[in-house]
């Protein structure tokens, strides 16, 4: 992992701002933009004794590598990977513990959107598997707008004990495919839950599908045969969240 990152967009570097200042090294802005919360950023910055540069259009695009920036990028400091010592504290300072498990999900995008629904939701951590998965770029923080700074995400070596250790810890893992007749609106979510979502494509895994508790599927009405990832886990995850607040 390199020492420094680039973060772009106007909610994923304010976030940065908000919860982990310490991170940030240096501001790149847009040169001439008026804009009442790009200038608040630009201000919190400076408070913090952050260096701003202000570029012409161009050059900012090519710092970000062609993503949609919104008129700001920051030179940050990586975040530093949580691993399965943190998991151990983060559920024992909770009550009903509510977990997002995402099975060899690799692209960036859908990481990011997962975040972004798993904070919206109130879910007190995300898990993935420290291969075949994606790690916090700044495309991820990007689509998270933020979430990348609230919601913990915990790289775990092996996924299958990981799963174990929670069933034994009494948290029901609900796993999601497309094959069972169980479906998310039929299934009670009032105790501790990890909701398992599986890859781009393929779904679960084996071993992962047999570890799970039970099998939900979210009923489809129309003639597409699945849903993206992240679009999946939202629906899953508020279904849950829906559940917890009745």
């Not at 398992?196 to 597409?224: F, H, N, W, Y």
């Amino acid at each position: 992992m390199s020492q420094q990152d680039l973060v772009f967009g106007l909610h994923a570097v304010e976030s940065i701002l908000k919860h982990a200042p310490e991170r940030l090294i240096e501001l790149y802005a847009l040169k001439n933009r008026d804009d009442e919360k790009l200038g608040t950023i630009i201000n919190q910055g400076r408070r913090f004794g952050v260096s701003v540069q202000f570029m012409q259009r161009k050059a900012l695009d090519d710092k970000a590598r062609g993503e949609q920036h919104q008129g700001v990028v920051a030179k940050v400091k990586p975040l530093k990977p949580l691993t399965e010592s943190d998991l151990e504290e983060i559920l024992g300072q909770v009550d009903v513990p509510f977990l997002l498990v995402l099975d060899s999900v690799t692209d960036p995008h859908n990481l990011g959107a997962c975040l972004r629904s798993a904070d919206a939701a109130g879910v007190h951590a995300v898990i993935v598997p420290k291969d075949k998965s994606a790690r916090i770029t700044p495309v991820v923080e990007k689509v998270a707008c933020g979430a990348a700074q609230t919601v913990p995400l915990i790289q775990v070596t092996n996924l299958a004990r990981t799963l174990r250790w929670l069933k034994e810890q009494n948290i029901w893992v609900t796993g999601t495919a497309g094959e069972t007749d169980q479906t998310v609106y039929t299934t009670k979510f009032n105790g501790p839950t990890a909701i398992v979502m599986g890859a781009e494509g393929t779904g679960l895994r084996r071993l992962t599908r047999e570890i799970c508790d039970d099998l939900v599927k979210i009923p489809m009405q129309g003639s597409v045969s699945s849903l993206n990832v992240s679009v999946a886990a939202g629906i899953v995850l508020f279904e849950v969240l829906r559940q917890r607040l009745s």
